[in-house]
Structure formats: structure tokens, C-alpha cells
Nanobody
Framework: QVQLVESGGGLVQAGGSLSLDCLFAGDTISISAMGWYRQAPGKERELVATITSGGTTEVADSVKDRFTLTRNNAKNTLTLQMNGLTPEDTAVYYC?????????????WGQGTLVTVSS
């Protein structure tokens, strides 16, 4: 199994920066992809950024020029660096991982961390 523990988040003013960390543990070698998703009040959960085990990243157009996703395999962390935050970025942010456990692909979610951006 794979476990995810998120940290970071909080309250920040518009234009500010925050860093979210996701510590992953367990059968980490089986992880095929990881990423961050977010869910704003009254909206569906959406992809923010993902990275595959091969290093291929995908970043949502809405954050592409402001957010950076980094995976550190030595520290087992997935970091989302968020710059130029706007009130529209206010949401609960979730770490996510896809991993293989024979005979099928599974997924796991973190507990979520709240990011609030004030105007």
C-alpha cells in the first residue's frame, strides 16, 4: 500500500506564495504517477499538476505560469510551489497517487489541506 500525508497550506494574501508538501510512504516503488488536485467550494475536484514515474509533468492551464511541481525521490516528497496566488486558488488541495498492486492499478488520496487566499 501507499500512504500520503500532506502539509502546508493556510491563509495567504493575494499575490503571495505557499508550498504544499506530500510525504509518501509504503510501497513507493509501485507508484506510477502522483499529483495535486483541488476542490473549491461548490465545485468539482480538478487536476492541478501531475508527474509520472518517468518525470513527465502535466499542469493545468490556470496555474501553468505560477505553480511548480517537484518530486524528490530521496526524501519521498511531492512539492507544489504556488506563486502569485489569487482568491480563485482558494480550495482544499489533495495529494493523489496511482500505484500498482497486482493484479490491478489502485489510487490513494491524502486527507486534504486548505488553502485560503484573501483579496
Amino acid at each position: 500500500q501507499v500512504q500520503l500525508v500532506e502539509s502546508g497550506g493556510g491563509l495567504v494574501q493575494a499575490g503571495g506564495s505557499l508550498s504544499l508538501d506530500c510525504l509518501f510512504a509504503g510501497d513507493t516503488i509501485s507508484i506510477s504517477a502522483m499529483g495535486w488536485y483541488r476542490q473549491a467550494p461548490g465545485k468539482e475536484r480538478e487536476l492541478v499538476a501531475t508527474i509520472t514515474s518517468g518525470g513527465t509533468t502535466e499542469v493545468a492551464d490556470s496555474v501553468k505560469d505560477r505553480f511548480t511541481l517537484t518530486r524528490n525521490n530521496a526524501k519521498n516528497t511531492l512539492t507544489l510551489q504556488m506563486n502569485g496566488l489569487t482568491p480563485e486558488d482558494t480550495a482544499v488541495y489533495y495529494c493523489h497517487a496511482d500505484y500498482f498492486r497486482y493484479p490491478r492499478e489502485l489510487e490513494v488520496w491524502g486527507q486534504g489541506t486548505l488553502v485560503t487566499v484573501s483579496s
